[in-house]
T-cell receptor
Framework: DAGITQSPRHKVTETGTPVTLRCHQT?????MYWYRQDPGHGLRLIHY???????DKGEVSDGYSVSRSKTEDFLLTLESATSSQTSVYFC??????????FGSGTRLTVV | GQQVMQIPQYQHVQEGEDFTTYCNSS?????IQWYKQRPGGHPVFLIQ?????EVKKQKRLTFQFGEAKKNSSLHITATQTTDVGTYFC?????????????FGKGTKLSVIP
């Protein structure tokens, strides 16, 4: 969906390095989410935001932090990347009480 | 915490056959949502069911929400190769968690031409 852009689309990084993934939306949606998707685990919520500077932890938040300084941007930071954080990361937004709109995803490989 | 379970995990069907995936929640849901993810793609919202016993149709897809609002199903009639993908159900939490969705692990559908 053109209203949500994730960057980068692909990234390879080394163990122990910090990594930041960006999600940018043009929908003016209040709620934003970061999920990771792994085989056998489906989609698991990492962190979410319910407004500027308002964030909370999800199911698998250890090792991740987020920031939302503007409505349109939601950043996910891996403070010190580990191989277990190799995954596909999806950003999603929700507005108007309807379903989520997902970004195209970021494929992250930690070597 | 809330759990959403989906079965089967995988389904292989011959083109033209029907397909059904089932979703069960450990808690009563205010609504249930269904998503489709094509191979290599991202999840795309299909539909939301809100009422007990609700049935909605989208062309060859029929969605049902159980009377107790704890289970749901997606049925595809006469599958086509364009139906290939993983189908997820998702339910919101309660109270302060109502804007967080818990996803089932999905049913991966393969269609043999």
């Amino acid at each position: 969906d053109a209203g949500i852009t994730q960057s980068p689309r692909h990234k390879v990084t080394e163990t122990g390095t910090p990594v930041t993934l960006r999600c940018h939306q043009t929908e003016n949606h209040r709620y934003m989410y970061w999920y990771r998707q792994d085989p056998g685990h489906g989609l698991r919520l990492i962190h979410y935001s319910y407004g500027v500077k308002d964030t909370d932890k999800g199911e698998v938040s250890d090792g991740y932090s987020v920031s939302r300084s503007k409505t349109e941007d939601f950043l996910l930071t891996l403070e010190s990347a580990t191989s277990s954080q190799t995954s596909v990361y999806f950003c999603a937004t929700q507005g108007g009480g309807h379903g989520y709109t997902f970004g195209s995803g970021t494929r992250l490989t930690v070597v | 915490g809330q759990q959403v379970m989906q079965i089967p995990q995988y389904q292989h069907v011959q083109e033209g056959e029907d397909f059904t995936t089932y979703c069960n929640s450990s808690t009563t849901l205010s609504n249930i949502q269904w998503y489709k993810q094509r191979p290599g793609g991202h999840p795309v919202f299909l539909i939301q069911l809100v009422k007990s016993g609700e049935v909605k149709k989208q062309k060859r897809l029929t969605f049902q929400f159980g009377e107790a609002k704890k289970n749901s199903s997606l049925h595809i009639t006469a599958t086509q190769t364009t139906d290939v993908g993983t189908y997820f159900c998702a339910g919101p939490g309660s109270g302060a968690g109502s804007y967080q969705l818990t996803f089932g692990k999905g049913t991966k559908l393969s269609v043999i031409p």
